[in-house]
């Protein structure tokens, strides 16, 4: 049969996972061409008996490694299925009487890599946090970062100022920390002190006499132009009259204007010499008048000279105070030049009513008034802070929040903007400090992981426009200086996140070189169920919860174990205790007590399952009406009671399924139907490629694999992954080529190696408590049970339905090494050694399996199949 690749990728969990859709009555067992009834009996019988040994492999050794004489597998006591806490080495009657355990238990590793990377200064040493979510490392790693912030220096403080050369760039000045207010306020009531007192100074009467002779001298200097002109005009019989038009020159005689009859009259000599006489006027006139504007000029220019020597005068004392203020700062002192130069190149805004109207309305236009160009725009300032670095957590970063922004009004229907607009963003406010972050936020806002990454490449930080970025707008903006970034930047995220980050982007190790990987749980001690306790006072404390006694943080604590799926473990998911001494101290308010029980707790982990249960109920329900077949008596030939784990998001159920397998003759492959209809995962369909494996290493060493074995996981209506079910496929494959029924009231989980061993596989409570669900609703017979691996026995912690069952003997839970041990317990019969000879001993399990293959090898030379090597599809 040809092997097929599955599509689509399922996510592997621990353990078989099997999603079934609606149930069906009924469900058809796949069966190869000629198998006829059951239970192995074949149309080919009589020819198998008839066919001698085949002796084609005689170099071939039994394999021997890993498998022991197998032993009866006990049931585990109940010591073994529950694992108490140990609080007994703490003094208290409730959680108000512990210490508070401060941040996060047991986590030396993501504290040495945290404490490092907040002590190296050089680049690129930046720190990755991982972990799952809901352990609540952010918390954890901002208060390690607020103590180590408290031992760096105060960073400097950052402004805004006008560029007067070049408007368009605001420059960047730096101040040491918490200056820039004290500039700001000094800047300010510069600029209001020459409000008042310019326009007193520009009023005096000295200024006003000053102004007054200067506008006279120009004035008179024209007018004598004027009158020299005139005079000689007169000299020479000439009027200059002025008209709506201009100047204009006519005759004249007896000091009156000659009429144009009456100068038509005089004789031509006359005529032509006072024409010359008014050509040789006008080019004067035209002389003087051009000398006009050059007069006025000179006259703006002087009375310019004296507006600016008036102002020098009266702001050089309050410059020189507000200088001297920061005497230490040569860029601060730079400014105050450039700005002083400017004030004093328009001084008229302070002094000239119109002039200042006339900038009122350019500053409407502007959104900066003629005396808003010299005030200071505060970028950042730790004048609000404490004297150590800035810590600051960026909740929703994007590129704007991130690199920060220009903001723009609208005024008259245009958007505009000035310096005074410029808005910080997380990384000028954690310059200096420590900028935390959350991964996923960071990579779902467009352009902002890019942005982070020039900054860090820069060291500094460039405010841009996601606007231009995407060219939805063309207008002028604002080009301000970038500020030099000395900032430690933390992100947070999963694990799956980074690493496929780190896939995808190498410049993920240039930037964060510090990993800070979080502990999912802790090893279970006296010592660390002691800080687990004081950490559930912790937050009993900060959410102003309930405290709970001795009994409810018993129980807090084995439920711990419990989430982390290890008896020996401790989960570390603050979040999930948290919900938890939520539930527990609601539970005993309703009761109208002060402090939360076990009992409490116990009804807050039953509300919290129930919620979340609809499904597990469901499921149930179809075995429970025999619409899903699982047996839970009796014993049948190649059908197993295999165990998978759904997960629902946070909560994790178990349900059997029933497994089954049919073989018969042929190319020595064994078909996972499940592969096959493109159903199983590839995990899962690695578990049933080991079976071929083990057959072929195991039996029938001297012949060829001449087998057709089916498996299928019955009535399953989705995906199967993971390979927790090898086992239980092993045992249904062994019963149907020994024709031995296996026993229906075991349910059994574990994947299985090559060699026969029987390995660990995930979710173990929760399948043991979903097969004695189905157990429990159909009645306890005292011989149902549940085959797990002998690794698992560590892990577990089961309900107390569970425990109270194994040790009243209605229920028990068998260890098994290796698949012999499993097959034994299965079958009622011993799976069988090799001896000295090579063979299985009589009435074993492996000695009819292995003669089984030997058949089927037979089977195939007299049918002329010829021989093949074992395969699987």
Known sequence: MRMRNTPTLIAPLAGCMTVAGPGAPSTCVMADQGLTATRGQYSLDDAIRRVARSQWMPNVQPDRQAQPVAAAIQPLTVDRLYRAADISGLEFATTADLAPQPGLISQPRAHEAISLGSEIGQRGFNIFAIGTSGAHIQQFVKTLMEDAARVRPLPPDWVYVNNFAAPHRPMAISLPGRRAPDFQKAIHDLIEDLRASLPAVFESEDYQKRRSGIVQSIQAKNERAFAELGDKATARNVAILRTPMGFGMAPMRDGKVVPPAEFNAWPVEQQQATRDAIEELEKELEQTLRAIPRTEKEQREALHALDRETAEVT???????????????????????????DLLENVQFFVSPDAAEQGAMQAAMRLAGPFDRYEVNVLVTQADHAASAPVVEELHPTLANLVGRIEYLQVQGALLTNFRLIKAGALHRANGGVLLLDARSLLSEPFSWAALKRALQRQQVTIEDIARFIGLTTTVSLEPDPIPLNAKVVLFGDRMLYYLLSSFDPEVAQHFKILADF????????????????????????????PLDRGGVSRAIEHAARLADDANKLTLLVERMRDLIAEASHVAEQDRRDVATRADVDKAIAQQIRRASRLRERSQEMILRDIALIDTTDRSVGQVNGLSVLSLGDYAFGRPSRITCRVRPGAGKIVDIEREVELG????????????????GRYALDSPMSLYASLVFEQSYGG?????????????????????????????????????????????????????????????TGAQGVLIPQANVQHLMLRADVVQACAAGRFAIYPAQTIDQGIGLLTGRPAGERGVDGSYPPDTVNRAVEERLKQFVKARKEAGGGTSDADVT
């Not at 496929?729 to 029924?741: I, K």
């Open 720 to 780: 199967v992954e993971g390979d927790s079910a090898s086992s239980a496929e092993l045992y249904a494959l062994l019963s149907a080529l020994a024709d031995v029924p296996v026993r229906q009231d075991l349910a059994v989980t574990g994947s299985v190696n090559q060699h026969g061993v029987v390995q660990a596989i995930g979710g173990v409570n929760e399948k043991i408590e979903g097969f004695f669900d189905v157990c429990a609703a159909r009645g306890l």
């Open 315 to 341: 702001v050089v004392q309050p410059f020189d105070q507000a200088k001297a203020q920061f005497a230490d700062l040569p860029a601060v002192l730079q400014h105050i030049a450039a700005m002083r130069t």
């Open 519 to 546: 502990d999912d749980d802790v090893s279970r001690s006296p010592a660390s169920e002691a800080m687990l306790a004081r950490m559930i006072g912790a937050i009993a404390v900060q959410e102003k919860l309930l």
């Open 681 to 696: 995962g590839p995990l899962h369909s690695k578990g049933v490629l080991i079976l071929s494996g083990y057959l072929v």
